[in-house]
């Protein structure tokens, strides 16, 4: 039997159902920035950005760019009725103090234990950034990974141990990947749903770690 | 009378010089004083350590100054961005010296210094690069690590509003670090666009405090795409 692999806007749109009415939530850049697009408009969630803006919306019409109203990924935004402006000490008080429900992130890997490397490859020549991925990773109460399965040399980014430098330390509760959705554990990584057509060994033969499957049916 | 708006720009930079630590506001572009910083590449001072989130963009602000060769240090999270060249071709020819720190611990550190802490335990980094050699504690279930104070002998930021005593009003998400640096900072130096009259801010919506800031100079920015 053949399967589909989730584009990236099916794998936005599929995070999306996982945000409830209310939620504070960061999305990282890339992918994650995807997934406000598919919120549904009945539901009120707000949007942090790092620079220090809550309840942003999206991006603004051709001409209403503002220089001084862009997100972490200096994109150009607007506020929501409601939104609020603040300083960095504030936006990353937000989330080290355990406010902010939700961060999503993209990573490198993915370990067993939740450890997540998503800021440096560790190669000599790399210029390390880090930004606020350390910050999220330990400070959202939950932190949703989008990713996809495999690199494109197809080598597995859910993996026993990290080989990546560690961006923070059991700190994953979800990844949404490609492939399927795993909830992180203690006792271990549990597969609760997977494209159709994909047998659990198919999907286990694609992964570094072991795999439960938790699916239904 | 206290008139902390008086000076020109070149005379209120003019007390900056040769290896001092400078932190300069800005997220990418947003924020960041340009005025003041093409200020201190006229004045060809050098061996200056800078504290920011970026390391520069393009070939403005920030960016001009390292290719100046003014800077030895940079303290930042975020130096690699699609237009960093300026630093990449610098760090990569070993010509500037990068201390690369979390986003929230640059933040919290800056915060230290400007509320006269000794350090903070922070859980951010724990475990990581980042931390290594650092002192940690388990505390309350939680691990941390410790961080000491970001001080400078100077803050240059950017904001919308300020008046003779030094208060400031920022606009959009160009507030980021602005008022965290000006209470970390031996001397704050902040760029407005306008320089109000005592009164006209209303001190319900004062973002900070004149005592936080030393000198206020109005210039007109240029408009700058991010």
Redesign the interface.
């Given at each position: 039997m053949s399967y589909q692999k989730l584009s990236r806007n099916q794998i936005a749109e599929r995070v999306a159902q996982d945000i409830p009415d209310g939620a504070y939530v960061n999305l990282g850049i890339g992918l994650p920035t995807k997934i406000a697009s598919y919120l549904p408009s009945d539901k009120d969630v707000f949007l942090h950005s790092e620079n220090g803006l809550l309840a942003f919306g999206p991006p603004p019409a051709a001409g209403q760019e503002d220089p001084e109203l862009i997100n972490a990924g200096k994109e150009y935004v607007t506020m929501l009725q409601g939104g609020s402006f603040f300083h960095h000490g504030d936006s990353f008080a937000m989330m080290r103090g355990g406010h902010l429900d939700i961060a999503v992130l993209g990573a490198f890997q993915v370990a067993a234990n939740g450890d997540l490397a998503n800021w440096h490859t560790g190669a000599p020549d790399a210029i390390p950034a880090v930004g606020g991925a350390m910050d999220l990773a330990v400070g959202a109460k939950q932190v949703f990974i989008t990713t996809d399965h495999v690199t494109k040399q197809g080598e597995p980014k859910i993996v026993a141990e990290l080989s990546y430098p560690a961006t923070g330390l059991k700190c994953v509760d979800r990844i949404y990947t490609d492939l399927c959705v795993i909830d992180v554990t203690a006792d271990g990584l549990k597969v609760i749903e997977k494209v159709d057509g994909l047998s659990f060994a198919e999907l286990q033969a694609m992964t570094g770690a072991t795999l439960v499957d938790a699916t239904q049916g | 009378m206290i008139d902390k708006s008086a000076a020109s720009l070149a005379e209120v930079l003019s007390q900056i010089t040769d290896g001092s630590t400078i932190m300069i506001g800005g997220?990418?572009?947003?924020?960041q004083p340009a005025e003041l910083i093409d200020g201190l590449i006229q004045l060809g001072i050098k061996d200056l350590t800078i504290v920011s989130?970026n390391a520069g963009n393009g070939d403005y602000g920030l960016a001009k100054l390292l290719k100046a060769g003014a800077v030895k240090k940079v303290i930042c999270?975020?130096?690699?961005?699609s237009d960093s060249w300026v630093?990449?071709e610098l760090?990569?020819a070993g010509k500037i010296e990068?201390e690369?720190?979390?986003?929230?611990?640059?933040?919290?550190r800056?915060?230290a210094a400007g509320m006269g802490l000794g350090a903070v335990f922070?859980?951010?980094?724990?475990?990581?690069?980042?931390a290594e050699g650092k002192e940690t504690r388990h505390i309350d279930g939680k691990d941390y690590v410790l961080e000491y104070p970001i001080k400078a002998d100077f803050a240059l930021i950017k904001a919308q509003q300020g008046d003779r005593w030094g208060n400031l009003v920022?606009?959009?998400?160009?507030?980021?670090?602005?008022?965290?640096m000006a209470m970390a900072a031996g001397v704050t130096i902040a760029q407005v666009s306008e320089v109000v009259d005592l009164g006209e801010l209303d001190p319900e919506h004062i973002?900070t405090a004149g005592i936080f800031v030393q000198h206020v100079v109005q210039v007109q920015p240029e408009?700058?795409?991010?």
């Open positions: - | 997220f990418g572009t947003a924020g989130n999270s975020f130096p690699r961005q630093f990449d760090y990569r990068l690369l720190v979390p986003q929230g611990n640059l933040a919290c800056i915060q922070t859980p951010t980094g724990y475990g990581t690069l980042l920022y606009r959009k998400s160009a507030r980021n670090f602005g008022p965290i973002i408009p700058v795409a991010v």
